[in-house]
């Protein structure tokens, strides 16, 4: 069993420990805006080690958008990097949580038709794309069946 290893970030592990510890019926919105957000269970691609990313909740039926923006930053995320490792994560969604397999959607319509629901679900994420330089990768989770 691999160790757990939080978030360097405050508000981020914060989060997920209020998500874990009440099995997902508190902490499961971002700050004041009200959205939803789901935890990504993923595994280091160097360290072998969980990690648990809060992400913002975008569905495509029963599939899970995973939008690798970091605000818009300059860089990745480094959770994009164990998704293209290690494919395979537990998303929870509130008192649910499944096992799924992710794959960046490459392929350009599909990637236009989920970066639409993605900003449907979570507007600043077409401002994100405005001010960064990087075309923000797009996953999607499907369930593990
Ligand atoms: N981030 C998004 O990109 N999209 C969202 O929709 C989103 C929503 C969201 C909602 C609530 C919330 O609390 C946070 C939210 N975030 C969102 C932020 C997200 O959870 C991440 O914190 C953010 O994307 C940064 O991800 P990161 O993987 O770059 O995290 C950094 C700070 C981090 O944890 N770094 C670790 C560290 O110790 O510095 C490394 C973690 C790691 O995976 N290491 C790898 C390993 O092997 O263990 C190796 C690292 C390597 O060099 O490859």
């Not at 019926?25 to 959205?35: A, C, F, M, N, V």
């Amino acid at each position: 069993m691999s160790e757990y290893i939080p978030s360097p970030r405050d508000w981020v592990r914060e989060q997920v420990e209020l998500y874990e510890s009440s099995s997902g019926t508190e902490g499961t919105t971002l700050r004041e805006t009200g959205l939803p957000v789901i935890v990504v269970t993923n595994i280091g691609n160097k360290t072998g080690s969980i990690r648990k990313t809060p992400l913002m909740k975008a569905v495509d039926g029963p599939n899970y958008i995973l939008v690798a923006s970091t605000g818009g930053a300059p860089k990745h995320p480094v959770w994009y990097f164990n998704l293209k490792a290690n494919t395979s994560v537990k998303v929870q969604d509130g008192p649910n949580i499944y096992d799924m397999k992710v794959r960046e959607v490459t392929d350009s319509t599909e990637r236009i038709r989920l970066w639409d629901i993605a900003v449907d679900a979570f507007p600043p994420y077409q401002e994100y794309q405005e001010k960064t330089e990087r075309v923000i990768p797009v996953f999607l989770a499907e369930p593990v069946s």
